[in-house]
């Protein structure tokens, strides 16, 4: 059974950059787009963008300017870069599978809650 | 960018009885581009339905999608008490890829 697992650093300083590695166990990452998805504490989710096991990536407009997504195939690994934090980019942080490029997601990692804080 | 709005914000309902969830599209989004997901508490989401009617799997057929257009409806038939949690819908045709706000089906 294909399962993910956010890992980085559950507190980051306000400016600085939010960077997250999901990891792909019991399966592979070619074939398949894999998504960012936030939520902040209490609230609801926000798609923040995808990329495929190729590197071609699509991004939330509302966020594009501060995401970047790469792929580490060797590692079975996708990661999430976030520039400029600040508080309201507290949030738990999800990857998830896309099925298919069908744009929703069949499978989802424990989530990671990254804190933004002095 | 597509707004859903999910009504109503709670629903409050017995084990055995019928919850009917709703989610409105700002724009048309035809019939084949609308997810559900349950979500527990200190849980990811779990995906129940995509492409408005289709179960995922693993997902009991008390779980049904419909609707089309704007109009979209979650419906769970005769609520098992492990049922009770938050519904979010997420419209899957158009990027970027929305959420909405969530219902939150408690026990009465």
């Known amino acids: 059974q294909v399962q993910l697992q956010e890992s980085g650093p559950g507190l980051v300083k306000p400016s600085e950059t939010l960077s997250l590695t999901c990891s792909v166990s019991f399966g592979s990452i070619s074939g398949y787009y894999w998504s960012w998805i936030r939520q902040p504490p209490g609230k609801g989710l926000e798609w923040i963008g995808f990329i495929f096991y190729s590197g071609s990536t699509n991004y939330n407009p509302s966020l594009h300017s501060r995401v970047t997504m790469s792929v580490d195939m060797s590692k079975n690994q996708f990661s999430l870069n976030l520039s400029s934090v600040t508080a309201a980019d507290t949030a738990v942080y999800y990857c998830a599978r896309d099925v298919m490029a069908s744009n929703y997601f069949d499978l989802w990692g424990q989530g990671a809650l990254v804190t933004v804080s002095s | 960018e597509i707004v859903l709005t999910q009504s109503p914000g709670t629903l409050s309902l017995s084990p055995g009885e019928r919850a009917t969830l709703s989610c409105r599209a700002s724009q048309n989004i035809g019939s084949t581009s609308l997810a559900w997901y349950q979500q527990k508490p200190a849980q990811a989401p779990r995906l129940l339905i995509y492409?408005?009617?289709s179960r995922a799997t693993g997902i009991p057929d008390r779980f049904t999608g419909s609707g089309s257009g704007t109009d979209f409806t979650l419906t769970i038939f005769r609520l098992e008490p492990e049922d009770f949690a938050v519904y979010y819908c997420?419209?899957?045709?158009?990027?970027?890829?929305?959420f909405g706000q969530g219902t939150k089906l408690e026990s009465k």
């Open positions: 997420q419209q899957h045709g158009r990027s970027p890829y929305t």
């Open positions: 492409a408005t009617s």
